[in-house]
């Protein structure tokens, strides 16, 4: 069998075993990130991220000195959906999570996605670059102390419309507690295959309590620095 045949005919749940992690501390606070083999870069203390938002919403958070973090389950993708769905949740009892996304891409695909997929191509939109490593130390000193921070790359696959809840579920269940909610920041990291020009990496907040919503179930960090 060709390694394209292999690749093809890979288990969906296969690419959480790629991931590489190691913790840095940012503030006195550990940070987990999980990273992909040849994409060290993550690592480093002059990466940056860039992020496109709607004017409207970036005018709004700068004026407030907020950034907003999304519930994942208000993601528009339905593979991604799938992971989150209702029943998954209230039996495996899993922590509340609330997501930032943004790429580490510089090129014109990626820029001419997030245009795409942020709003219509008339809406005016704000590019924004952002220091990854100077993100983490200022937002670890503004989160309560019971919020988990972890930084994930996307792992672009073939196949996740054969992976369902319920065997998310199967897998999340056959873990030791302590692993359910590190193998589950790295199911929300997987994405399919269509979409690697995105070159997408989330950073995720972690809580075992639900967390108090501002904007549309997202949770706000308060009081950050926009310069």
Known sequence: MSDTQDKNNELPLDGIKEYKKEIKEFSGRNVVFFYLEGKEHVLEKEHKIRRFVKKEYFVNGYKESNYYFSNPESWNDPCEKKFLAENLNKRLKL???????????????????????????????????????????????????????????????????NLSAKKVREYLSSLKTENVTEEYIKILSLKRIAFAYEDEIRIFLVCAEAFESDVKDSFAVKNMNYN
């Open 95 to 161: 922590p509340c999570i609330r997501a930032l996304c943004s790429s580490n891409s510089t090129v014109d695909s990626e820029e001419a996605l997030w245009f795409v997929d942020r709003g219509q191509k008339d809406e005016p939109m704000v590019c924004t670059y952002i220091n990854l490593h100077s993100f983490l130390e200022e937002l670890c000193r503004k989160l309560p102390e019971n919020v988990g921070v972890f930084v994930s790359q996307i792992n672009y696959r073939r196949n996740l419309k």
